[in-house]
Protein backbone atom coordinates (compact mmCIF):
# COMPACT_ATOMS: atom_id res chain seq x y z
CA UNK A 1 0.00 0.00 0.00
CA UNK A 2 1.65 3.63 -0.90
CA UNK A 3 1.29 6.19 1.24
CA UNK A 4 -1.35 7.79 0.51
CA UNK A 5 -2.38 10.04 3.51
CA UNK A 6 -0.01 12.42 2.52
CA UNK A 7 0.93 15.13 5.30
CA UNK A 8 -1.05 12.80 8.18
CA UNK A 9 1.16 9.61 7.14
CA UNK A 10 4.23 8.49 8.77
CA UNK A 11 6.33 6.18 6.76
CA UNK A 12 7.17 3.34 8.70
CA UNK A 13 10.07 1.27 6.67
CA UNK A 14 9.34 -2.21 5.51
CA UNK A 15 11.98 -3.73 7.42
CA UNK A 16 10.58 -2.04 10.68
CA UNK A 17 7.30 -2.72 9.70
CA UNK A 18 7.49 -6.20 9.63
CA UNK A 19 9.75 -6.31 13.05
CA UNK A 20 6.87 -5.44 14.58
CA UNK A 21 4.25 -7.32 12.85
CA UNK A 22 6.14 -10.51 13.76
CA UNK A 23 6.32 -8.95 17.64
CA UNK A 24 10.53 -8.52 17.02
CA UNK A 25 12.68 -6.28 18.64
CA UNK A 26 12.79 -3.09 17.54
CA UNK A 27 14.69 -0.42 18.78
CA UNK A 28 13.97 3.61 17.85
CA UNK A 29 16.69 6.42 17.57
CA UNK A 30 16.45 10.09 17.49
CA UNK A 31 17.75 12.05 14.87
CA UNK A 32 18.49 15.60 16.79
CA UNK A 33 21.70 13.75 18.11
CA UNK A 34 22.68 13.66 14.55
CA UNK A 35 22.17 16.84 13.24
CA UNK A 36 22.71 18.71 16.31
CA UNK A 37 24.35 16.82 18.47
CA UNK A 38 27.46 15.98 16.29
CA UNK A 39 29.87 17.34 13.51
CA UNK A 40 29.76 15.80 10.47
CA UNK A 41 31.26 13.20 9.69
CA UNK A 42 31.34 11.64 13.36
CA UNK A 43 27.90 11.94 13.03
CA UNK A 44 27.28 9.58 10.55
CA UNK A 45 29.55 7.23 11.46
CA UNK A 46 28.29 6.79 14.68
CA UNK A 47 24.38 6.62 13.79
CA UNK A 48 25.83 3.97 11.38
CA UNK A 49 27.76 2.37 13.91
CA UNK A 50 25.12 2.48 16.59
CA UNK A 51 22.90 0.66 13.89
CA UNK A 52 25.09 -1.93 13.73
CA UNK A 53 24.97 -2.47 17.52
CA UNK A 54 21.71 -2.77 17.95
CA UNK A 55 21.25 -5.47 14.80
CA UNK A 56 24.23 -7.40 16.15
CA UNK A 57 22.68 -7.66 19.34
CA UNK A 58 19.15 -8.81 17.43
CA UNK A 59 17.31 -6.00 17.17
CA UNK A 60 15.93 -3.68 13.94
CA UNK A 61 17.03 -0.35 14.11
CA UNK A 62 14.16 2.78 13.78
CA UNK A 63 16.35 6.04 13.14
CA UNK A 64 13.43 8.92 13.13
CA UNK A 65 13.22 12.15 11.47
CA UNK A 66 10.99 14.11 8.90
CA UNK A 67 12.01 14.38 5.71
CA UNK A 68 10.38 16.68 3.38
CA UNK A 69 7.42 16.65 5.37
CA UNK A 70 6.66 13.10 5.97
CA UNK A 71 7.34 11.65 9.44
CA UNK A 72 9.93 8.45 9.02
CA UNK A 73 10.36 5.19 11.11
CA UNK A 74 13.33 3.50 9.84
CA UNK A 75 15.91 5.20 7.90
CA UNK A 76 17.91 4.05 4.77
CA UNK A 77 21.68 4.35 4.92
CA UNK A 78 21.01 6.73 1.77
CA UNK A 79 18.61 8.81 4.12
CA UNK A 80 20.71 8.49 6.79
CA UNK A 81 23.80 9.85 4.84
CA UNK A 82 21.91 12.80 3.97
CA UNK A 83 20.77 13.70 7.45
CA UNK A 84 24.25 13.32 8.52
CA UNK A 85 25.31 15.11 6.05
CA UNK A 86 22.12 18.61 6.07
CA UNK A 87 23.37 18.63 10.16
CA UNK A 88 21.92 22.01 11.27
CA UNK A 89 20.02 22.13 8.14
CA UNK A 90 17.43 20.21 9.58
CA UNK A 91 15.30 22.19 12.09
CA UNK A 92 15.31 21.03 15.55
CA UNK A 93 11.79 19.26 15.87
CA UNK A 94 10.40 18.67 19.72
CA UNK A 95 7.20 17.82 19.84
CA UNK A 96 5.46 21.78 19.91
CA UNK A 97 7.16 22.13 16.01
CA UNK A 98 6.04 18.69 14.39
CA UNK A 99 2.70 20.18 12.82
CA UNK A 100 4.27 23.10 11.81
CA UNK A 101 7.84 21.16 10.11
CA UNK A 102 4.98 18.65 8.74
CA UNK A 103 2.80 21.30 7.42
CA UNK A 104 5.39 23.04 5.46
CA UNK A 105 6.88 20.10 3.75
CA UNK A 106 10.10 21.04 5.54
CA UNK A 107 13.13 18.18 7.43
CA UNK A 108 13.03 17.82 10.93
CA UNK A 109 15.47 16.29 12.92
CA UNK A 110 13.78 15.26 15.89
CA UNK A 111 14.46 15.51 19.94
CA UNK A 112 13.53 12.79 22.20
CA UNK A 113 10.08 13.95 23.00
CA UNK A 114 9.38 14.07 19.28
CA UNK A 115 10.94 10.69 18.59
CA UNK A 116 8.90 8.96 21.58
CA UNK A 117 5.81 10.47 19.80
CA UNK A 118 6.47 8.66 16.98
CA UNK A 119 8.50 5.33 17.84
CA UNK A 120 4.71 5.45 19.88
CA UNK A 121 2.29 6.52 16.74
CA UNK A 122 4.13 3.98 14.47
CA UNK A 123 2.22 1.36 17.15
CA UNK A 124 -1.45 2.82 16.65
CA UNK A 125 -3.66 0.35 15.40
CA UNK A 126 -5.09 3.05 12.28
CA UNK A 127 -5.41 2.84 9.21
CA UNK A 128 -3.42 5.29 7.67
CA UNK A 129 -0.40 5.67 10.11
CA UNK A 130 1.99 3.16 7.98
CA UNK A 131 2.46 1.35 4.68
CA UNK A 132 1.65 -1.83 6.62
CA UNK A 133 -1.91 -0.69 7.38
CA UNK A 134 -4.06 -3.84 8.09
CA UNK A 135 -1.59 -5.24 10.59
CA UNK A 136 -2.23 -4.82 14.52
CA UNK A 137 1.67 -3.29 15.09
CA UNK A 138 2.57 -3.77 18.46
CA UNK A 139 5.01 -0.53 18.17
CA UNK A 140 8.32 0.57 19.36
CA UNK A 141 8.28 0.60 23.09
CA UNK A 142 12.32 1.07 23.10
CA UNK A 143 14.40 4.04 22.30
CA UNK A 144 17.95 4.49 22.89
CA UNK A 145 19.69 7.80 23.02
CA UNK A 146 22.66 9.31 24.65
CA UNK A 147 21.22 12.00 27.01
CA UNK A 148 17.67 13.35 27.42
CA UNK A 149 16.61 17.20 27.90
CA UNK A 150 15.78 18.92 31.52
CA UNK A 151 14.62 21.61 33.68
CA UNK A 152 17.28 23.44 32.62
CA UNK A 153 19.78 25.56 35.70
CA UNK A 154 18.16 28.26 36.75
CA UNK A 155 14.90 26.64 35.37
CA UNK A 156 12.60 27.96 38.47
CA UNK A 157 13.18 31.19 37.12
CA UNK A 158 13.24 30.62 33.60
CA UNK A 159 10.63 28.16 33.19
CA UNK A 160 12.82 26.24 30.12
CA UNK A 161 12.06 22.66 31.14
CA UNK A 162 12.72 20.00 28.27
CA UNK A 163 9.51 18.84 26.38
CA UNK A 164 11.44 15.32 26.79
CA UNK A 165 10.14 15.43 30.60
CA UNK A 166 6.10 15.95 29.88
CA UNK A 167 6.76 13.78 26.65
CA UNK A 168 7.57 10.70 29.38
CA UNK A 169 4.76 11.82 31.22
CA UNK A 170 2.35 10.81 28.54
CA UNK A 171 4.12 8.36 26.26
CA UNK A 172 4.57 4.85 27.01
CA UNK A 173 8.25 4.05 25.87
CA UNK A 174 11.22 3.25 27.61
CA UNK A 175 14.22 5.85 27.15
CA UNK A 176 17.56 4.51 27.49
CA UNK A 177 20.17 7.43 28.31
CA UNK A 178 22.95 8.04 30.06
CA UNK A 179 21.30 10.44 32.28
CA UNK A 180 21.16 13.89 32.13
CA UNK A 181 24.14 16.25 31.47
CA UNK A 182 24.96 18.39 34.28
CA UNK A 183 24.41 21.39 32.04
CA UNK A 184 20.84 20.80 33.12
CA UNK A 185 19.77 20.98 36.96
CA UNK A 186 19.42 17.24 38.10
CA UNK A 187 17.81 17.23 41.20
CA UNK A 188 14.83 19.44 39.91
CA UNK A 189 15.23 17.41 36.71
CA UNK A 190 14.35 14.05 38.68
CA UNK A 191 11.89 15.79 40.65
CA UNK A 192 9.65 16.89 37.78
CA UNK A 193 9.56 13.06 36.69
CA UNK A 194 8.86 12.06 39.96
CA UNK A 195 5.97 14.57 39.02
CA UNK A 196 4.51 13.25 35.81
CA UNK A 197 4.66 9.97 36.85
CA UNK A 198 7.87 8.28 34.84
CA UNK A 199 9.61 5.55 36.23
CA UNK A 200 13.47 6.47 36.66
CA UNK A 201 15.40 3.20 36.78
CA UNK A 202 19.54 3.16 37.68
CA UNK A 203 21.21 0.29 35.76
CA UNK A 204 23.37 -1.51 37.73
CA UNK A 205 24.14 1.60 40.24
CA UNK A 206 21.70 3.02 42.82
CA UNK A 207 22.66 6.79 41.71
CA UNK A 208 21.60 8.48 39.08
CA UNK A 209 24.16 9.28 36.27
CA UNK A 210 24.93 12.69 35.30
CA UNK A 211 26.09 11.65 31.33
CA UNK A 212 29.80 12.25 31.90
CA UNK A 213 30.21 10.74 34.72
CA UNK A 214 28.91 8.08 36.43
CA UNK A 215 27.35 10.04 39.57
CA UNK A 216 25.17 13.23 40.12
CA UNK A 217 24.48 12.78 43.64
CA UNK A 218 21.10 11.74 43.24
CA UNK A 219 19.94 8.60 44.31
CA UNK A 220 17.04 6.63 42.69
CA UNK A 221 14.49 4.36 43.93
CA UNK A 222 14.78 1.80 41.22
CA UNK A 223 17.57 -0.16 40.24
CA UNK A 224 17.76 -2.83 37.61
CA UNK A 225 20.79 -5.72 36.71
CA UNK A 226 19.88 -6.79 33.89
CA UNK A 227 17.95 -6.50 30.55
CA UNK A 228 15.71 -9.16 31.61
CA UNK A 229 14.66 -6.99 34.90
CA UNK A 230 13.95 -3.84 32.70
CA UNK A 231 11.73 -6.15 30.12
CA UNK A 232 9.98 -7.31 33.23
CA UNK A 233 9.11 -3.16 34.32
CA UNK A 234 8.52 -2.31 30.71
CA UNK A 235 5.94 -5.55 30.76
CA UNK A 236 4.33 -4.53 33.44
CA UNK A 237 3.95 -0.68 33.14
CA UNK A 238 2.44 -2.02 29.36
CA UNK A 239 0.08 -4.38 31.39
CA UNK A 240 -1.39 -2.07 33.52
CA UNK A 241 -1.75 0.48 31.20
CA UNK A 242 0.02 3.01 33.38
CA UNK A 243 0.80 5.56 30.23
CA UNK A 244 3.78 6.72 30.94
CA UNK A 245 6.92 6.63 29.84
CA UNK A 246 10.03 4.60 32.08
CA UNK A 247 13.28 6.10 31.94
CA UNK A 248 16.54 3.55 32.27
CA UNK A 249 19.70 5.96 33.02
CA UNK A 250 22.73 3.85 32.12
CA UNK A 251 26.33 5.02 33.67
CA UNK A 252 28.89 5.98 30.67
CA UNK A 253 31.50 3.22 30.81
CA UNK A 254 34.62 3.61 33.26
CA UNK A 255 37.10 4.27 30.94
CA UNK A 256 35.24 6.85 29.15
CA UNK A 257 34.24 8.90 32.36
CA UNK A 258 35.32 12.10 32.17
CA UNK A 259 36.47 14.36 35.11
CA UNK A 260 33.68 15.91 36.98
CA UNK A 261 35.77 18.54 37.75
CA UNK A 262 37.22 20.00 34.22
CA UNK A 263 33.52 19.19 32.85
CA UNK A 264 32.25 21.33 36.02
CA UNK A 265 34.49 24.02 34.81
CA UNK A 266 33.58 24.15 30.92
CA UNK A 267 29.94 24.31 31.74
CA UNK A 268 30.48 27.17 34.21
CA UNK A 269 32.52 28.95 31.45
CA UNK A 270 29.62 28.42 29.00
CA UNK A 271 26.70 28.94 30.97
CA UNK A 272 28.45 32.23 31.21
CA UNK A 273 28.80 32.78 27.81
CA UNK A 274 24.95 31.55 26.90
CA UNK A 275 24.01 34.36 29.88
CA UNK A 276 26.44 36.60 28.05
CA UNK A 277 24.84 36.62 24.84
CA UNK A 278 21.45 35.92 25.81
CA UNK A 279 20.97 32.52 24.59
CA UNK A 280 17.52 31.26 25.27
CA UNK A 281 14.93 28.69 24.06
CA UNK A 282 15.54 25.54 21.85
CA UNK A 283 19.16 27.15 21.12
CA UNK A 284 20.50 27.21 24.12
CA UNK A 285 20.84 23.10 24.69
CA UNK A 286 23.05 22.74 20.98
CA UNK A 287 25.18 26.25 22.67
CA UNK A 288 25.89 24.21 25.60
CA UNK A 289 26.65 21.25 23.74
CA UNK A 290 28.87 21.89 21.09
CA UNK A 291 30.64 24.99 23.87
CA UNK A 292 31.50 22.14 25.80
CA UNK A 293 32.75 19.92 23.55
CA UNK A 294 35.31 23.50 22.63
CA UNK A 295 36.22 23.71 26.29
CA UNK A 296 37.31 20.02 27.25
CA UNK A 297 39.27 19.59 24.02
CA UNK A 298 36.65 17.58 21.70
CA UNK A 299 36.96 14.91 24.69
CA UNK A 300 33.64 15.34 25.76
CA UNK A 301 32.61 13.97 22.01
CA UNK A 302 34.56 11.04 22.36
CA UNK A 303 32.71 10.13 25.72
CA UNK A 304 29.55 11.12 23.67
CA UNK A 305 29.76 8.41 21.54
CA UNK A 306 31.59 5.59 23.53
CA UNK A 307 27.93 6.03 25.99
CA UNK A 308 25.78 6.31 23.03
CA UNK A 309 26.73 2.76 21.88
CA UNK A 310 26.75 1.29 25.59
CA UNK A 311 23.23 2.93 25.49
CA UNK A 312 22.34 0.76 22.43
CA UNK A 313 24.17 -2.71 23.76
CA UNK A 314 21.53 -2.60 26.30
CA UNK A 315 18.62 -1.48 24.69
CA UNK A 316 19.08 -4.08 21.69
CA UNK A 317 19.20 -6.01 24.62
CA UNK A 318 15.92 -5.32 26.59
CA UNK A 319 13.85 -4.64 23.24
CA UNK A 320 15.08 -8.90 22.68
CA UNK A 321 14.24 -9.39 26.08
CA UNK A 322 10.86 -8.09 25.79
CA UNK A 323 10.00 -9.59 22.91
CA UNK A 324 10.96 -12.59 24.45
CA UNK A 325 8.42 -11.87 27.09
CA UNK A 326 5.57 -11.05 24.75
CA UNK A 327 6.16 -14.44 22.79
N1 LIG B 1 21.25 16.22 25.56
C1 LIG B 1 22.36 15.66 25.05
N2 LIG B 1 22.47 15.48 23.73
C2 LIG B 1 21.48 15.84 22.87
C3 LIG B 1 20.29 16.42 23.42
C4 LIG B 1 20.22 16.58 24.76
O1 LIG B 1 23.25 15.33 25.81
O2 LIG B 1 21.63 15.67 21.65
C5 LIG B 1 19.16 16.76 22.49
C6 LIG B 1 18.09 15.65 22.50
O3 LIG B 1 17.53 15.53 21.22
C7 LIG B 1 17.06 16.17 23.48
C8 LIG B 1 17.12 17.66 23.18
O4 LIG B 1 15.77 15.65 23.29
O5 LIG B 1 18.50 17.94 22.97
C9 LIG B 1 16.55 18.50 24.29
O6 LIG B 1 16.50 19.81 23.88
P1 LIG B 1 15.80 20.92 24.81
O7 LIG B 1 16.70 21.08 26.00
O8 LIG B 1 15.76 22.16 23.94
O9 LIG B 1 14.45 20.40 25.16
MN1 LIG C 1 13.95 24.34 26.47
Redesign the pocket.
Known amino acids: MSLSTGAMGVAVSPEVAAALARGGAVVAL ?1 S ?2 IC ?2 MPYPKNLQTAMEVEAIVRDNGAVPATIAILDGVPHVGLNSEQLKSLAISGRQFQKT ?1 RRDIAHVVASGGNGAT ?3 ATMFFAHKASAKTSCWSYMSCLDLVGIPIFV ?5 GVHRNGEQTMDI ?3 LTELGKTPVTVISAGV ?1 SILDIPRTLEYLETQGVTVAAYRTNEFPA ?1 FTEASGCKVQCRVDSPEECAKIIYANKNLYLGSGILIAVPIPKEQAASGNAIEAAIQKALKEAEDKNIIG ?1 TI ?1 PFM ?1 DRVKVLTGGSSLEANIALVKNNALLGAKIAVALSDLHQ
Open positions: ETIHGATVSTGGIGSSDKFNTL
